[in-house]
């Protein structure tokens, strides 16, 4: 078993923004968001190159950290909307292959 972590940075601006991960596979084990400010509200959603969401929060509040087991092979888009707030956010995405 090989875990791989994989982090963005992204800026939200009118309270969404995107980016794109690098070519990843294997099984999402852990999704972790960080905004800067624990009381920003945010929505995220990955989604795949074929234009699926395999995975999605709406109204998160601070630090998300959960546990996953979704399969996964390619680039994905990541996207925070309707942040309360402009600012950073690290995203992490936590794979076994």
Same mark, same amino acid.
């Given at each position: 078993?090989?875990?791989?972590?994989?982090?963005?940075?992204?800026?939200?601006?009118?309270?969404?923004?995107?980016?794109?991960?690098?070519?990843?596979?294997?099984?999402?084990?852990?999704?972790?968001?960080?905004?800067? /400010?624990? &009381?920003? +509200?945010?929505? @995220?959603? #990955? $989604?795949?190159?074929?234009?699926? %969401? =395999?995975?999605?929060? *709406?109204?998160?509040?601070? /630090?998300? &950290?959960? +546990?996953?087991? @979704?399969? #996964? $092979?390619?680039?994905?888009?990541? %996207? =925070?909307?309707?942040? *309360?707030?402009?600012?950073?956010?690290?995203?992490?995405?936590?794979?076994?292959?």
């Amino acid at each position: 078993m090989l875990i791989s972590s994989g982090q963005i940075n992204i800026t939200t601006l009118s309270g969404s923004a995107s980016a794109n991960t690098a070519s990843i596979r294997g099984l999402l084990r852990n999704v972790v968001v960080k905004p800067t /400010t624990e &009381s920003t +509200i945010y929505d @995220i959603k #990955i $989604i795949n190159q074929a234009g699926a %969401t =395999i995975y999605e929060r *709406t109204s998160e509040t601070g /630090t998300l &950290s959960e +546990i996953n087991e @979704i399969p #996964i $092979i390619g680039m994905y888009t990541v %996207t =925070i909307s309707n942040a *309360t707030r402009d600012e950073d956010f690290l995203i992490q995405l936590i794979s076994e292959n």
